[in-house]
């Protein structure tokens, strides 16, 4: 990963900040991330903002219907009965270097961690 990297966050519920980190941790190690991206209902739990002040970036949300119409390379039948689509790591993390107003492109698809989702994307 040679530059900042999005890491796309999909999660139950109130996730813990520790197990967010710790998933995140495995997947860039130290690399440098420029945001977290979710979907909305989850980007203001307390688990995923103090996730968020751990690595000092901004968490960025998007509604499920936005989540929806990204093509991911693993869409989930669980997520989309969920929360009503059918990606959340891997969709977020595209749709969230669009609203840099760049390009991006998935490096890690998304990998579960307990009830942590993670997928990495860099700039194009």
Do not use: N
């Amino acid at each position: 990963m040679s530059g900042a990297v999005i890491v796309g966050l999909g999660a139950r519920p109130d996730p813990a900040a520790e197990a967010i980190v710790a998933a995140v941790r495995k997947v860039v190690g130290e690399g440098a991330i420029r945001c977290l991206a979710t979907i909305d209902r989850r980007a203001q739990e307390p688990g995923v903002v103090a996730a968020a002040a751990a690595f000092e970036v901004p968490v960025t949300g998007f509604g499920a219907d936005e989540l929806a119409h990204v093509d991911v390379p693993h869409p989930g039948d669980r997520a989309a009965v969920a929360v009503g689509t059918p990606s959340v790591a891997e969709a977020a993390a595209l749709l969230a270097w669009a609203r840099w107003g760049r390009r991006g492109r998935l490096i890690v698809p998304k990998r579960a961690f307990g009830t942590i989702t993670v997928a990495v994307a860099e700039e194009e």
